[in-house]
């Protein structure tokens, strides 16, 4: 007693119990001598019995910090108030007490959770230890009450702001990679230590040093939208299939990056190109940051990857429009503007053109219809195209029925090889369609010494209406010998 009589006791800055145990010690080994040998599972088949334990115990003493955590003005009134400061939520606390004890221990602890008689929850940090000489009886323990709310209150916020940063990672429709850069930043950092200033040209003049970089970039993490982007069924197989993600379509990619880090922009974005797992292509918008608190060291940083393929293919095809005609998918005439002027800028020579124009479209529009007579001109398009491919040269379509190939660095001999390659491929059109066949004038020409491309496209322009002059006169002269004969 004279240990509960000092001061010790009282001026405690720890909330403190002394209780007496020593019935519920006796209810145990009325249980145990009934046969019970699984108190867990003895108790938990009616929690009554956790219940009728607890109140055998009795509270003999109490210290100021007790009261005052839990808003007692005096030791009856906490004791009029267990049934509020004990609630549910202490009978698996109890059940573990009970179980120590039933094992022949002297000491237990745990978290539990309290109330104060005003009702506000408290978590508790519970230490209880059976005083010298009670330990046969347990009518003298010792129990500490320590209030972690705070603690545990900022244990859980910092638990429920991991998970929502996790979740927001995992579930994210924005492809994201963490990374570790550190030896890239490492490399770096050597560089400037050795005097390199000029990056860009070291970078030019060692083109190993960015493979170097990539090979040290240690991936630490994707999400299921990554995953989903590039047709990884897990991150085991995208981990190890990154080589074909990363194509050498990545190398000037990452080498503006490296230059983007060289100039302290640890924060940058660019447009890359990756590859699907089935090969197939995405676009991407890359986005680098480097984690704060990762500003020293690089080793965390997220790469997130917006997937713009629809939008770059949209983009495409708009371009693709404004330079091609649609019908014939031959470029149209405002490309062909720009390319005369691209063409007569140039310091190459010589420069030829071939002008072709249709015959009897009108007739088979007005015979036929006018799908017929797209039909045609498709069909001159594909003639078209297939007498350029592979080629420097350009075939447009500059008019309703009318066509020019534009040949840079081309004299006489590659024109005519031209022309009859057109000739060719439309004699063979027109044995698959033999219905409508295609009858084309053609007039060319070839820049000639101090000759401007507008005059050497009067020429050629000239030279078709006389090739087509001559078409009309053959025609006119057929249906006279026709009607004279008739």
């Known amino acids: 007693m004279e240990f509960l009589d000092s001061s010790i006791f009282d001026l405690s800055p720890i909330p403190m119990w002394l209780e007496d145990y020593s019935e519920t010690k006796k209810q145990l080994e ?11 599972t003895f108790l938990e088949e009616d929690l009554r019995r956790v219940t009728l334990c607890a109140h055998k115990i009795k509270i003999i003493k109490v210290n100021s910090k007790t009261l005052e955590l839990f808003e007692a003005q005096s030791l009856k009134h906490l004791t009029q108030n267990l049934s509020i400061i004990f609630q549910q939520d202490m009978f698996e606390s109890h059940i573990a007490e009970l179980l120590a004890l039933w094992d022949g221990k002297f000491e237990f602890s745990g978290t539990v959770i309290n109330y104060t008689i005003s009702g506000k929850r408290l978590d508790i940090k519970l230490r209880a230890v059976a005083l010298p000489g009670s330990e046969k009886t347990l009518d003298r323990l010792l129990i500490t009450t320590e209030d972690i709310t705070n603690y545990l209150n900022a244990s859980r916020l910092e638990e429920k702001n991991r998970i929502l940063a996790e979740a927001r990672f995992t579930y994210s429709p924005t492809s994201l990679w963490v990374e570790d850069f550190s030896r890239v930043k490492h490399r770096l950092d050597h560089l400037k230590q050795i005097g390199i200033e000029d990056f860009r040209t070291f970078l030019d003049v060692h083109q190993d040093f960015v493979n ?7 991936l630490l993490d994707v999400n299921q ?4 982007l590039f047709k990884a069924s897990d991150k085991e197989v995208m981990f190890k299939n990154l080589n074909k993600v990363f194509t050498k379509d990545m190398h000037q990619t990452f080498k503006e990056q490296l230059i983007e880090l060289w100039n302290g922009k640890i924060h940058h974005s660019r447009e890359a190109i990756n590859y699907a797992l089935d090969g197939s292509i ?16 690089w080793s965390m940083v997220q790469l997130a990857l917006t997937d713009i393929t629809a939008r ?16 014939t998918k031959l470029y149209n005439r405002s490309f062909f503007t720009e390319e005369m002027n691209r063409l007569a800028r140039g310091m190459v020579r010589p420069v030829s053109a071939i002008f072709i124009d249709m015959n009897g479209i009108k007739e088979i529009n007005d015979g036929y219809g006018h799908d017929a007579g797209d039909d045609v001109l498709r069909r001159m398009g594909n003639i078209l195209n297939r007498t350029v491919h592979n080629t420097n040269f350009t075939a447009s379509r500059i008019g309703g029925d009318e066509f020019v190939v534009l040949m840079q660095g081309a004299n006489e001999t590659t024109v005519q090889s031209t022309v009859m390659t057109i ?4 004699n063979i059109d027109n044995q698959y369609y033999s219905s409508h066949t295609i009858s084309i004038s053609m ?13 050497m496209l ?3 322009d000239h030279a078709m209406y006389k090739q087509k002059k001559n078409y009309y006169e053959y025609l006119e002269s057929e249906e006279s010998v026709y009607i004279s004969n008739s």
């Open 212 to 218: 170097q970089c990539i090979d040290d970039i240690i």
């Open 443 to 455: 007039g060319h020409a070839s820049t000639r010494d101090n000759e401007s491309l507008e005059d």
């Open 458 to 460: 009067k020429r050629a």
């Open 423 to 426: 000739q060719e491929l439309m």
């Open 225 to 228: 939208a990554t995953l989903d």
């Open 30 to 40: 009325i249980w145990r001598a009934e046969g019970v040998v699984d108190l867990r």
């Open 312 to 327: 770059k293919k949209a983009e495409s095809y708009l371009e693709y429009l404004g330079k091609h005609d649609v019908l």
């Open 282 to 297: 995405r676009n991407v918008l890359l986005q680098f940051t480097v984690f704060p608190g990762y500003e020293n060291d």
